[in-house]
């Protein structure tokens, strides 16, 4: 959507900062080959013809009239170009030397130079500046030695050195060439750069998009699983002896279910609607007593020490999904059936503290990566820190520290 809304725009500003259709095609690489520029070059070709007849008319009396020879070769200049998209190269080579022939030959000067100056601007903005710049002083060079040495043998009789004059015109006709062919390769490479870099700031944002969305599935999936895995098994348990009990395990495995599935619906909602409004409030440590709850529900009780402050929406939704996942490592990987999560706030930076005593129940005691991974990915998006490992006297910690002010108050 950003990238439709910068180029979809009208206005002179961005005419000028994304280029003008007509030479933004240049840096479309794979449909330049396919395109063949039959208008323009027929447009022309059509100008060259009359122009040229109108100037054999005005220089009768200097040059050679136009004859079948002449056309040939005007239709040659106009008629290669036709290829300036797909070979550059051959192509301003291909017009300098049928102009060199049309001025050796003592025909009338007229439009014919448009010919060279379109192959030229071709062949600058495509990238081959030396093949263009040759094919230039080429030119130059047949020019001065028709205009001032070989004009004695070549036709038309009779004629006489070019004036200093003619040769300013001339020279300053190439030096407008080159300058304008090397403007608007500038401009081309900076709007091919903007336009890539445009592109990876679209892949860049996508892919946050992405890694935002697998961690808000992971601590969802990964909490609300754990509560199920853990209930189901104490309810397989019971379910013979004690009942009452089983039952109990499935009403909490359905309302740990029906949680999951409504958080799992917030996240899909975003995907499908992206930049709409969220249906319901992303949860932050308000919500800090439902995974308590939660948590005993898995047989994990919890101790909550300090006030939950309040904080910007996005760090409430960190410090939550921070303290969520480290109680779910709780329940999978410890031996523990207790746990506290401490929360202070001092001056503009929230520690969240959560410990358990453990023993550990298996190597990966703490989580298995994903999710310290996630929980570090959080804090470091907002600026703060995640330190994980065992504790000195047993058990394992979760210490976060997060920035507790922002513009979203």
């Given at each position: 959507?950003?990238e ?22 240049w840096?479309d ?5 396919a395109?063949?520029?039959w ?14 007849t109108f100037a054999a ?5 200097e ?11 005007l ?15 051959a ?13 050796g030959?003592g025909?009338?000067y007229?439009p014919?130079?448009?010919?060279v100056?379109?192959?030229?601007f ?15 002083g080429?030119?130059c060079?047949v ?7 070989l ?5 038309p009789?009779?004629?006489?050195p070019?004036?200093?004059g003619?040769?300013?015109?001339v020279t ?7 300058a ?5 390769r ?13 592109a990876r700031?679209a892949r ?16 969802v999936l990964a909490?609300?699983?754990s509560v ?23 009403t909490?495995?359905?309302?740990a279910?029906?949680e ?5 619906r917030?996240?899909?909602d975003?995907l ?12 932050g440590l ?12 898995a047989?994990l ?5 300090g006030e939950?402050?309040r ?11 921070i ?8 329940v999978?990987h ?29 190597a ?6 994903n999710g ?14 995640i330190e994980?490992g ?6 394992f910690r ?10 979203d108050?």
């Open positions: 959507m950003d439709l809304q910068v180029s979809g725009g009208g206005g002179p500003g961005r005419w000028w900062r994304h280029g003008p259709p007509w030479l933004r095609r840096a690489d794979e449909p330049r080959a395109r063949w520029p208008r323009s070059t027929l447009l022309l070709t059509a100008f060259v013809l009359a122009g040229s008319h005005a220089q009768e009396a040059r050679a009239p136009l004859d079948p020879f002449a056309r040939a070769l239709l040659v200049a106009c008629g290669l170009l036709l290829w300036r998209h797909r070979y550059p190269v192509v301003v080579f291909g017009t300098s030397v049928a102009v060199a022939l049309y001025l030959a025909y009338p007229g014919v130079f448009f010919t100056a379109v192959a030229c071709g062949a600058v903005v495509a990238g081959h500046r030396r093949a263009a710049w040759t094919a230039l080429i030119l060079a020019h001065l030695l028709v205009a001032h040495w004009y004695r043998w070549l036709p009789s009779g004629d006489t070019a004036s200093f003619q040769e300013i015109v300053g006709w190439l030096v407008a060439i080159v304008v062919a090397e403007l608007a500038t401009r081309r490479e900076q709007w091919a750069g903007e336009r890539a870099e445009r700031a860049r944002r996508a892919d946050e998009e992405r890694l935002r969305i697998a961690r808000e599935l992971h601590d909490h609300s699983l199920i895995n853990v209930q189901a098994g104490v309810g397989l348990a019971l379910l013979d002896s004690d009942p009452n009990q089983a039952r109990t395990a499935l909490t495995i359905k309302s279910s029906k999951a599935l409504g958080d799992v917030q996240v899909l975003t499908r609607a992206p930049g709409a409004a969220p249906r319901a409030p992303a949860p308000d919500r800090l007593p439902e995974l308590v709850e939660q948590a005993a529900r047989g009780t919890v101790d909550v020490l939950p402050p904080l910007p929406p996005g760090t409430d939704l960190a410090a939550f999904r303290v969520q996942e480290a109680l779910t490592n709780v999978r410890s031996g523990s059936r207790h746990a506290r999560v401490r929360l202070e706030r001092a001056g503009g930076t929230v520690r969240l503290r959560i410990d358990d005593d453990g023993p550990a129940t298996g990966d005691a703490g989580g298995s990566g310290l991974a996630g929980m570090r990915e959080r804090a470091a998006a907002l600026g703060g820190t994980a065992p504790r000195p006297d047993g058990g979760v210490l976060a520290e997060l920035p507790a002010e922002g513009e108050q």
